[in-house]
């Protein structure tokens, strides 16, 4: 269900955030989020895809409905107004999907996702669209068809900022030298791997404050139980090794979120307010 555009408060605006796959929303722009809605911005959630390809040690046959439940109390606790499920296949990534002839996300063609991605706009009047980075992060095919998919959405609707999703690859890379000597820790996303990953320091156009609204990240990160996996078969992922650290340790290291403005050149100290260039049209 959309809204009138015309009723908007003054001062307020509305923040349209699209993502792959439940739980990219909490770990990439969690407090974000959680910020624009407390400050009584509209949020808006677009996820791309279904998930069903996710690490999980339960049942994977059942996968796909546990993580639109987790989706939405994820969404829930960040304050989110309209939740939005395109249902594409999700692509997998040390997981396959199911190959049923069906295509897969990071397939399909990218005019036709920007399509429904526009119309989800258009009806909200967005004045903000957050994406992810070229390079999709880690390298996710579904999380690069995300960055394709919002670039030409954005477009088509003409909403005037976008802000891809990225992390500080120097921050990062630190972190996960750390992490990995972690006994029992696991996961996709290696040191070695983020080396060449995410968006170098210089790039980054914004650097969101959300230590304030990380107990709300916290909890839509712990809304996707299926994905931390602590004390499965696979040890503990990133997002469950979020969950176990302290909560004052975990308002420091993820108290703090990274964007690239599309089409802008980054500042000296970047912008803190993702709704600053709306403010200045």
């Known amino acids: 269900m959309s809204h009138d555009p015309q009723t908007r408060e003054h001062g307020t605006h509305v923040l349209v955030s699209l993502h792959a796959h439940p739980d990219d929303e909490a770990l ?20 791309a895809t279904d998930g069903a390809a996710g690490l999980a040690d339960g049942p994977t046959e059942t996968l796909a409905a546990r993580r ?15 939740v939005v499920r395109l249902g594409h296949r999700d692509s997998g990534y040390l997981t396959a ?10 397939d399909l063609p990218v005019e036709v996702v920007a399509a429904e991605v526009a119309q989800v706009l258009l009806e909200e009047g967005a004045d903000v669209l957050t994406s992810y980075d070229a390079r999709g992060g880690y ?9 394709r998919v919002g670039a030409l959405a954005a477009e088509l609707a003409g909403t005037p900022v976008v802000l891809e999703a990225t992390a500080d690859r120097t921050l990062l890379h630190r972190a996960m030298r750390v992490v990995s000597l972690l006994p029992g820790v696991v996961g996709e996303v290696t040191a070695e791997r983020v080396r060449g990953a995410f968006t170098a320091r210089a790039d980054i156009t914004h650097r969101v404050d959300v230590r304030a609204h990380a107990g709300a990240k916290r909890a839509a990160l712990a809304a996707h139980a299926s994905q931390s996996e602590t004390g499965g078969a696979r040890g503990v992922r990133g997002l469950g090794l979020l969950l176990l650290l302290p909560r ?9 979120e990274w964007f690239v403005q599309r089409g802008a050149v980054p500042a000296r100290r970047p912008l803190g307010d993702v709704f600053a260039d709306v403010r200045e049209r």
């Open 28 to 47: 990439l722009t969690g407090g974000t989020l959680a910020r624009a809605a407390a400050e009584g911005h509209r949020v808006v959630l677009v996820v």
């Open 68 to 82: 639109v439940e987790e989706l939405h109390r994820s969404a829930r606790a960040l304050g989110v107004a309209r």
């Open 97 to 106: 999907a199911a190959s049923d002839g069906e295509p897969v996300f990071s």
């Open 139 to 147: 390298g996710h095919p579904d999380h690069v068809q995300v960055h």
């Open 248 to 256: 004052p340790v975990f308002r420091v290291l993820a108290g703090r």
